[in-house]
């Protein structure tokens, strides 16, 4: 759904708005980009599923401790993602979202 959404909300802007040569030369770079967060996103919150749900079905100290887990990544992911410098750059060297590890 959101992958769809993509090449309109590119349209919406290009009449929205004085789209620059160099918007026009990003644009597909920019689509590519946007499509391959969004599937990296996609397979990690999948695969954090399956991960939270066999430790729910440990019990709840497992669940707990997993999703401390969880929140603990997240946590530093952000402060990586707001640290000064090239925010793009670390995307796509490091990713987008975060993973658990499959015995977390």
């Not at 644009?27 to 729910?56: C, F, M, Q, Y």
Request: proline share 5%; net charge positive; aromatic share 2%.
């Amino acid at each position: 759904m959101l992958l769809a959404r993509v090449r309109a909300e590119d349209d919406e802007v290009r009449v929205s708005s004085r789209v620059t040569l160099l918007d026009r030369l990003l644009g597909p770079l920019n689509r590519a980009a946007t499509r391959r967060l969004l599937a990296e996103s996609r397979a990690k919150v999948w695969h954090n599923t399956g991960i939270l749900d066999r430790a729910r079905r440990e019990g709840p100290q497992r669940y707990a401790a997993v999703l401390a887990e969880l929140e603990h990544l997240c946590e530093a992911k952000l402060i990586e993602l707001t640290a000064p410098g090239q925010v793009l750059l670390r995307l796509a060297r490091r990713g987008f979202g975060v993973q658990l590890p499959e015995n977390p």
